[in-house]
């Protein structure tokens, strides 16, 4: 069964810390994407990428980074966690065709504190 | 940024009854919309699509109408069971590229 894989479904991090958020995904999709989720405001953009070694920013990217080094994985970084970065993360990846949807992970819930 | 919402954040439904979840979109160049359905801690799942030269498409329980005229979207389920419960988000892809975006979800409960 294809899927897209995150490493961690719960985390809890310090103010401050470097965290790594990982996505890995086994269906050779050029796309990937990093949204976080927030009660009341949906799905957010955070950064995406259709290649390897290419990113574009989201909606949302500040405070974030990415990392796209193979095909498969795209790894997000939150260089120094702040308690308003706490939410569900989620990665999804596409096709590069159109009219294709995503194939989300299950999510990494992510506390602050 | 685009702007997909829903009118209702909350449906709660009896087993055995129809249910409709509706959404607005606002970009009348969007030509491909997507049903996604997340369960309590998983991620989105792909329920069903339609693009934009359709106006109803039909799956297995699952039918979505599509009103490009007041840019609605609606996904109906049948005979609604308990494993429905989740929340639904409709995404619309504006054509500019394979970049969706996302309705901010309706919250669907089925009283058994």
């Known amino acids: 069964d294809v899927k897209v894989t995150q490493s961690s479904r719960y985390l809890v991090k310090r103010t401050g810390e470097k965290v790594f958020l990982e996505c890995v995904q086994d269906?050779?999709?050029?796309?990937m994407f990093w949204y976080r989720q927030d009660p009341g405001l949906g799905l957010r953009l955070i950064y995406f990428?259709?290649?390897?070694?290419?990113?574009e920013k989201g909606d949302i990217p500040e405070g974030y980074s990415v990392s796209r080094e193979k095909k498969e994985r795209f790894s997000l970084i939150l260089e120094s966690a702040s308690t308003n970065q706490t939410s569900m993360y989620l990665c999804?990846?596409?096709?590069?065709?159109?009219?294709?949807?995503?194939?989300f992970g299950s999510g990494t819930r992510l506390t602050v504190v | 940024g685009e702007s997909v919402g829903l009118h209702l954040p909350t449906l709660s439904v009896q087993e055995g009854d129809n249910s409709i979840i509706n959404c607005a979109y606002s970009n009348s160049a969007s030509d491909y919309f997507i049903w996604y359905k997340q369960e309590s801690g998983k991620g989105p799942q792909f329920i069903i699509d339609i693009r934009s030269n359709m106006d109803k498409r039909q799956g297995q329980r699952v039918t979505v109408l599509l009103n490009k005229t007041v840019k609605h979207l609606s996904l109906q389920i049948a005979a609604t069971q308990p494993g429905d419960s989740a929340v639904y988000f409709c995404?619309?892809?504006?054509?500019?590229?394979?970049?969706?975006?996302f309705g901010t979800g309706t919250s669907l409960t089925v009283i058994p």
């Open positions: 990428s259709y290649d390897v070694k290419m990113k």
């Open positions: 269906m050779d999709h050029e796309n």
């Open positions: 999804a990846s596409s096709t590069g065709a159109l009219g294709y949807g995503y194939t």
């Open positions: 995404a619309e892809n504006p054509g500019t590229g394979n970049q969706f975006y």
